[in-house]
């Protein structure tokens, strides 16, 4: 149970800060939910173990031709996978970032490739593995195309529909 507050003004002012609390809260929501978008993600494997997903990236790589990227993150045995902690952008060094793009790097090099993700970070996937993502599609027709081209590398290859928050992350 609260105290009881002994000035009316401090009252109202302690109402107003949790009004605006709870405005901004809402109004960040809003944001967040106006920057999901749905996407289909081609998915070459699912592993509970890092290194047998990325190891199976790797040969899928190899023999489809499409580059393999760690975008940047090494595998650390005490916290998994993250950026160094020290890298390009301090607000996510030592943090795990996943994949919202295509492109390794959408404006210098428009080629996709092939990255090892936590399925974590992708609402309604199973928790718990990495995931081997071969594209990431705005349709099912364009993951239909990007799924032939692994099929005959990775038969257990398929499209798993997700949403990604596009929006700025700083």
Not at 94 to 121: A, Q
């Amino acid at each position: 149970m609260q105290p009881a507050l002994k000035s009316p003004l401090l009252a109202f002012v302690l109402f107003v800060t949790r009004l605006q609390a709870q405005l901004y809260s809402d109004e960040v929501q809003a944001d967040i939910g106006s920057q999901l978008h749905d996407k289909y993600l081609v998915i070459v494997c699912a592993e509970s173990d890092f290194n047998a997903a990325k190891h199976e990236a790797v040969r899928v790589s190899v023999a489809s031709g499409v580059q393999f990227s760690m975008n940047g993150r090494v595998w650390d045995p005490n916290r998994g996978l993250i950026l160094p902690d020290v890298c390009d952008d301090p607000v996510y060094c030592g943090e795990y970032l996943p994949r919202r793009y295509n492109e390794l790097h959408v404006t210098t090099n428009p080629v996709g490739y092939i990255s090892v993700e936590k399925s974590d970070e992708y609402p309604c996937f199973e928790k718990g593995y990495y995931i081997a993502v071969a594209a990431i599609c705005d349709s099912q027709e364009e993951a239909n195309t990007e799924l032939l081209k692994f099929r005959g590398f990775a038969p257990k290859a398929h499209i798993a529909k997700t949403e990604i928050y596009m929006g700025c992350i700083h």
